[in-house]
């Protein structure tokens, strides 16, 4: 009996609870729906072109239905501020703000920037309002739901575009497709990063007439800063190629979206990068070819495509004659080594796709490859020669590869000659290293990945990096710096073409990170990256987060000039027969004292008896733990093995150095 009765009891209270909630719950989902409805509109001055905005709440709350919140957000365009605006509305409910009551569906008001109240049919919310900076707008109406839209990757729309820049109209038309792009950000991220193609060539934002361009989320950069310093760095330092960049804000389907990183997309066109199109001459060639997966074949088909030594290629029927020249690479890890694209696995286990030629034929393929091999095979080797007896410099354009490995390494880029990591070769000519791509990583963000620390601003990290799903594969660019010919190169690049801009960066990042504070705000608070209910708060947190940036920068030019003081030099351990690859990342300055390290080759069964200044063993001999005071020149300490007489060594030929070899020699003979 008290049993029955407390369960009634219990039930009675459930249904009241249950009631009040539902009756809540009812009258938030009637004010949320006049929320949903109501769209402010704003005309470009002397232009046809209506911008509309919704009002938009924190992505936590998007995502958290059961969580309630009665703040809502408006972000306007600069050119609105000072203007009135049309306020649309359901007619179906009564609306004020500010106690201005509204009528008729449309009303036209001047809103400040800053907190204003909405009632509702009785209920009342908090909307803030923001004017966004005079950076360039870009509008998406796009045909497709965008919820469902960003769910799916693979998924293309069509629709259209439209830019204002500085108050005007600057550009207006249609879509070929948007689509989702990237791969943690799009899958880790509510802000999603887009790729659109446009149906005719445009040159948007003076970057040249193209149809493909780029939006960058930002997401993982809490200073949405990052990818446009990174590109103007690149430029300033003349990295050839790199994309131009510019920051816009972005609505789409009326919504707002936040402040992005409007770029050029890298691929090989005029205006880009400019080599040989052989994309578009095998396609003309071939009108008929549409889908790769239907025409690509693989060297062995019993075989998985990330073995090395596996490659692919497309067959098509009618092939270009020529096969050295116009080719975009790209370097990358296994998982995102796409076995539906052209491209091959090095003999030591590094993945390199073609992005262009898309459709690259069988001799293509097997040229590129054994181009690429000869040159890993002399940066495998002790003195940088090939068993065909070419160096390293035949190969590569080394200045172009030594300038890409300083611009990675200072910026602390955890991706640096790992991931989306480009070359490009011409007919006739060498491999160069470039564009720069995917820099959001950079700059102190991420902290330690596979035993490298780069959230400090001291410290060298690409110089010995490794794949991050293969760490016995070193990247490229580490062994590029094995050899320490290459890194006296770097030191000049680093003196020469990064110092004289370097100095300015913290100036010029304060400047942008004050015009766009507002964008900035915005943009954290819709998508939740600081979760707080004071937007002064989030203000101070953006302030810190830009003081930490430029207090990283400004400590990494000093440590980085440190490091590559104008008298440094370096120690190389050479195998001398063996197998495995030894880098020392530390610099010396004259009578500084370097120790000796372990040996980590190895040779078959023989036994490591200690290490010397000559290959053949008639030089001064040093033993691990050892000390070496340095003098005015690079040390090679030559692995001797028991039993084993060591192989010749050549350094570099005088007739191989470029401009900036010779600088750096010159330096190191005068002072």
């Not at 989320?217 to 330092?237: E, F, G, M, P």
């Not at 890993?376 to 002790?382: I, K, N, Q, Y």
């Not at 300038?403 to 390494?409: A, D, F, L, P, R």
């Not at 290293?433 to 001291?458: C, H, L, T, Y």
Request: overall charge negative; proline content about 3%.
């Amino acid at each position: 009996m008290y049993k029955r009765y407390i369960k009634n009891v219990s039930l009675k209270i459930l249904f009241v609870i249950f009631t009040v909630y539902s009756f809540c719950m009812t009258a938030y989902a009637d004010g949320d729906s006049c929320i949903s409805g109501l769209e402010v509109e704003y005309t470009i001055p002397e232009s046809s072109f209506t911008h509309k905005v919704k009002l938009w709440r924190e992505e936590f709350f998007e995502n958290n239905p059961g969580e309630v919140t009665d703040i809502y957000y408006l972000s306007l365009p600069y050119g609105a501020k000072g203007q009135d605006v049309a306020i649309h509305y359901p007619v179906e409910y009564d609306i004020a703000i500010d106690d201005i009551t509204l009528s008729n569906g449309k009303f036209n008001l001047r809103l400040a920037e800053g907190q204003h109240t909405l009632d509702c049919n009785g209920q009342e919310y908090i909307i803030y309002v923001f004017y966004l900076s005079d950076i360039p707008a870009v509008y998406l109406d796009v045909d497709t739901d965008i919820e469902d839209f960003n769910k799916r990757k693979e998924v293309k729309t069509t629709g259209n575009i439209a830019i204002v820049n500085d108050g005007i109209l600057e550009y207006e038309g249609p879509l070929e497709y948007m689509k989702g792009r990237g791969n943690s950000t799009w899958w880790d991220k509510d802000k999603k990063p887009y790729n659109i193609k446009l149906e005719k060539k445009a040159n948007l934002f003076d970057m040249g007439s193209a149809k493909k361009y780029i939006l960058l989320a930002d997401a993982y950069d809490d200073t949405r800063l990052k990818s446009k310093i990174a590109y103007d760095l690149a430029q300033a330092v003349g990295v050839e190629y790199t994309s131009d960049a510019v920051n816009v804000n972005l609505f789409v389907n009326n919504e707002y979206y936040g402040k992005y990183t409007f770029t050029e997309k890298v691929e090989t066109d005029k205006n880009r990068v400019e080599i040989l199109d052989m994309d578009g001459i095998i396609k003309d060639m071939n009108p008929e070819l549409e889908n790769l997966a239907d025409v690509i074949e693989k060297s062995n088909p019993d075989i998985t495509s990330y073995t090395p030594n596996v490659y692919l290629w497309a067959d098509v029927e009618n092939k270009p004659k020529t096969t050295d020249g116009g080719f975009l690479l790209e370097l990358d890890f296994a998982v995102r080594y796409d076995n539906n694209q052209c491209g091959f696995v090095s003999d030591y286990g590094q993945y390199v796709a073609i992005n262009s030629p898309e459709f690259a034929t069988k001799e293509q393929v097997e040229y590129i490859r054994g181009f690429y091999q000869e040159l890993e095979d002399a940066l495998l080797s002790d003195d940088g020669y090939n068993k065909n007896g070419k160096h390293y410099s035949e190969y590569i354009d080394v200045e172009s590869f030594a300038k890409i490995y300083v611009y990675n390494e200072f910026s602390r880029n955890l991706d640096g000659g790992i991931s989306s990591f480009y070359l490009y070769k011409d007919v006739d000519g060498k491999l160069f290293a470039g564009p720069v791509w995917d820099m959001d990583s950079s700059f102190g963000k991420i902290g330690s990945f596979n035993g490298r620390d780069v959230s400090q601003p001291e410290g060298i990290a690409m110089t010995d990096a490794k794949d991050y799903t293969n760490p016995s594969v070193y990247s490229l660019l580490a062994l590029c710096c094995k050899h320490s010919d290459f890194r006296n190169i770097a030191a000049v690049q680093w003196n020469e073409c990064f110092w004289p801009y370097v100095c300015k960066m913290t100036e010029d990042i304060q400047n942008m990170s004050a015009a766009l504070e507002n964008d900035i705000v915005s943009d954290l608070i819709r998508y939740s990256e600081v979760r707080t209910d004071s937007i002064q708060s989030v203000r101070e947190a953006y302030v810190t987060d830009i003081g930490n940036l430029k207090d990283f920068i400004a400590k990494r030019i000093e440590y980085m000039s440190r490091y590559y003081d104008k008298d440094t030099h370096f120690v190389q351990y050479c195998s001398n027969g063996g197998q495995g690859i030894m880098i020392d990342v530390n610099t010396y300055l004259k009578n500084n004292t370097a120790t000796v390290s372990e040996c980590d080759f190895e040779y078959d069964d023989i036994e490591f008896i200690g290490w010397n200044t000559k290959y053949d063993g008639s030089g001064k001999w040093y033993y691990p733990e050892d000390s070496i005071v340095m003098d005015d020149s690079d040390v090679y300490l030559f692995a001797q093995w028991q039993g084993q007489t060591g192989v010749e060594y050549k350094p570099a030929p005088q007739k191989n150095l470029t401009i900036l070899q010779r600088i750096a020699e010159y330096i190191k003979s005068v002072f």
